[in-house]
């Protein structure tokens, strides 16, 4: 039986994402985000996230689920799934190291923005927040120390004013993987970061692309 790791290669290759576009990158909570690539148009956005994905994983598959596909920008959104497991804040830190060094050693110029771990009910009630915020830190003080890198953090949208958390924000059935109406406020705080990470990275215009798009379009309304 073929593993969900070779599966998951697959799906990549039948996909065949832009070259020079972003690719996401990460654990169940980006693979759900079955939205992004239309939020986050014009700019072309692959998914390559599969759940359950740990550090270990994304540095073992870099290969194959980045760097053969040339990104300007990486979205990397995992580490909870280490800390769930056992692994301390340094070797969660740590993985994302060895993963950058991976990226920027085949390509130097590739902006990679890290997503803040999030804070679930589920992970509150196995004792991980303290170290949900202590690699959050940590990770922070790399991405501003390399202009390569870029930290956004998400958690300000599961929590209300007074600091308590957004039940509605996730699943009830396991308290851990995200609501619709997450996704959304999700979209909208990575859409604004993106579209700056994008720039930077000396990506198409957003109107080119959007006029290319258009075209795009035009041009299968007119072949059917």
């Known amino acids: 039986m073929p ?3 070779l599966l998951n290669r697959v799906q990549m290759a039948i996909d065949a994402p832009e070259k020079y576009g972003v690719v996401a990158v990460g654990c169940e909570i980006m693979q759900y985000f079955s939205s992004i690539q239309e939020d986050m148009l014009p700019i072309p956005v692959s998914n390559h996230a599969l759940a359950g994905s740990s550090t270990t ?3 073992s598959g870099v290969d194959y689920q980045v760097t053969e596909h040339r990104p300007r920008v990486v979205l ?3 580490g909870g ?3 769930s497991r056992g692994s301390s804040v340094s070797q969660t830190v740590d993985g994302f190291r060895e993963f950058t060094a991976k990226v920027h050693e085949e390509m130097p110029e590739t902006q990679i923005i890290y997503i803040s771990i999030i804070r679930t009910p589920l992970q509150e009630s196995q004792g991980k927040g303290d170290d949900i915020e202590e690699t959050n830190k940590r990770v922070r003080e790399m991405c501003d120390r390399d202009d390569k890198l870029s930290f956004l953090d998400i958690n ?12 509605d924000m996730f699943q009830f059935f396991d308290q851990h993987n995200l609501t619709t109406l997450a996704y959304k406020e999700f979209s909208r705080v990575l859409e604004h970061h993106l579209k700056v990470v994008w720039n930077k990275a000396g990506g198409d215009t957003l109107e080119h692309l959007a006029s290319r798009d258009e075209e795009e379009q035009a041009g299968g309304e007119k072949e059917l």
Do not use: A, P
């Open 3 to 5: 593993s969900v790791m």
């Open 156 to 167: 300000s949208i599961f929590v209300y004013s007074d600091g308590t958390q957004r039940k």
């Open 76 to 78: 990397y959104c995992c």
């Open 57 to 59: 994983d994304l540095v």
């Open 81 to 83: 799934n280490d800390l």
